[in-house]
């Protein structure tokens, strides 16, 4: 099985700040008005996370990572595995990365980018994953 680079990204501008955006990824608590039913998070470079998802037909997603960069406002990437992730995925190296920039006072485009290391998908894996960050970013944005 040969094993290949992958990057999945999603864009939106959103009616706040880079400061407000950056905060609602980085404080727990806000974090958990959107992001993730539970949130355990050390927000520092080398701290840990735990989320966890209590979709509405009774199942659980949970990811768990490191956080890897934190610059204020403008950039934050961290490592991310699900829970039922296994060695036979096959997959490594993955990453999120999410950037705020200001496109004029008050709005600021957010672009989330996952990258990983994996065997080969269907096209129709990106269109899922693209979607579940697509709802992820709605999500954020219906806080503002």
Known sequence: MTL???TVSVSRTIAASPATLYAAWTEP????????TVVDADVR???RYRIELHEADGSVNGFVGEYLTLEPHSRIAFTFTHHSQTPADQISDETVT??????EPGRTEVTVTNSWTGPEFE???????????????SRLEKIF
Do not use: C
């Open 123 to 137: 096209p129709s894996y990106y269109d899922t994953l693209r979607e579940g960050w697509e709802e992820w970013i």
């Open 4 to 6: 290949v680079p992958h």
């Open 29 to 36: 608590e806000q974090m958990r008005r959107w992001y993730a």
């Open 45 to 47: 470079v080398g701290g």
């Open 98 to 103: 999410v950037t705020f920039r200001e496109v």
